[in-house]
C-alpha cells in the first residue's frame, strides 16, 4: 500500500491512500495560511474524501469543512461527540439532511468507509483515531499528548502522563504503520512525541502540532531522530511525503 501525505498547517494534513483521500484538523482561518484553502480543495476535488475533526477547539476545526462537498466526488464527515455537542446541526441525530456524517466516542469501535476505526479519549478534549485498512494502521493522535506545563499543579501533571502512557500502551500492542502525534515546541518534553516514538514503534512518524513554526520539526528531529523510524521533516505547506506500508 503506497501513502502520500502532505503537510498543510499545525496537526492538518493531507493522506492519499487508495481511492480516498483523508484531511484531517482542518482548522479556523485564523490558524492557518490564506492559501491552504486552495490546497485542501484542489487535492479533494473528484476525489471520495473522509474528513475527520478529532475534536472542537479552533486550530483543529471550521465549519468550513463542508464546503468541500461541492467539489469532493464524495465526502463522510468523522466527528468526535464534542465537535456535535458545540455545533448540533452536524449531528444525523438532530438534522436528517446531514447525511455522510460519523460522530464518534471514545473507547468505542465503528465500521466506516471501509475502515475500522478505534477512538481514543484525549488527554485534553475529543478523540485520537486509529484507522485500520487491508491490515494497514495509521494512527492520528489529534490532542491525545502527554501535557506537561510549567505552571501545571501536580495532580493534572499526573493525570496527563499517566492518561498518555495508557494509551501509548495499547498501541503499542496495535503494530502502528503511520503515527502522527504532537511535538509541541512550547513544551520541554514536546508534549510526549519521543516518548511516544520510543513506546509505541510505528514504522513511520509525522510529528505536528507547531502552530505553522516548521523550524521547530526540524529541531525536533535533530535531537530526537530515533534509528529504524523514519520521520516526515517539513518545511512548508503542501510539502508531500510517500511512503510505502
Known amino acids: 500500500m503506497e501513502l502520500r501525505i502532505t503537510y498543510v498547517h499545525h496537526d492538518c494534513f493531507l493522506v492519499d491512500i487508495g ?17 491552504a484553502e486552495a490546497l485542501v480543495t484542489e487535492a479533494l476535488r473528484g476525489r471520495n474524501a473522509v474528513i ?18 461541492e467539489t469532493a466526488a464524495s465526502a463522510h464527515y468523522i466527528l468526535s461527540y ?11 441525530e438532530f438534522e436528517a439532511e446531514m447525511q455522510g456524517v460519523s460522530i464518534v466516542e471514545p473507547d468505542e469501535f465503528y465500521h466506516v468507509e471501509g475502515f475500522v476505526l478505534r477512538c481514543f479519549e484525549s488527554t485534553d478534549l475529543g478523540v485520537g483515531f486509529l484507522l485500520e485498512l487491508e491490515g494497514k494502521r495509521i494512527y492520528f493522535g489529534g ?12 495532580r493534572s501533571r499526573r493525570f496527563s502522563e499517566e492518561h498518555f502512557a495508557g494509551v501509548l500502551n495499547d498501541l503499542a500492542k496495535e503494530a502502528v504503520d503511520l503515527a ?13 512525541a519521543r516518548r511516544f516514538m520510543e513506546t509505541v514503534r510505528p514504522r513511520y512518524f509525522v510529528p505536528m502540532h507547531t502552530f505553522g513554526d516548521t523550524s521547530a520539526v526540524a529541531r525536533f528531529a535533530a535531537e530526537h531522530r530515533l534509528p529504524g523510524i523514519p520521520m516526515f521533516v517539513y518545511s512548508q505547506m503542501g510539502e508531500s511525503w510517500r511512503i510505502a506500508l
Open 19 to 35: 481511492p480516498r483521500v483523508l484531511l484531517f484538523d482542518y482548522p479556523e482561518r485564523a490558524h492557518r495560511p490564506a492559501t
Open 180 to 192: 502522527f502525534s504532537n511535538a509541541d515546541p512550547r513544551l520541554e518534553n514536546w508534549a510526549g
Open 82 to 92: 464534542d465537535v456535535a455537542e458545540m455545533h448540533p446541526e452536524l449531528d444525523p
Open 143 to 154: 490532542d491525545v499528548a502527554e501535557w506537561c506545563w510549567p505552571d501545571q499543579d501536580e
Open 52 to 69: 475527520f475533526a478529532s475534536h472542537s477547539h479552533d486550530d483543529h476545526f471550521s465549519m468550513e469543512i463542508l464546503k468541500f462537498r
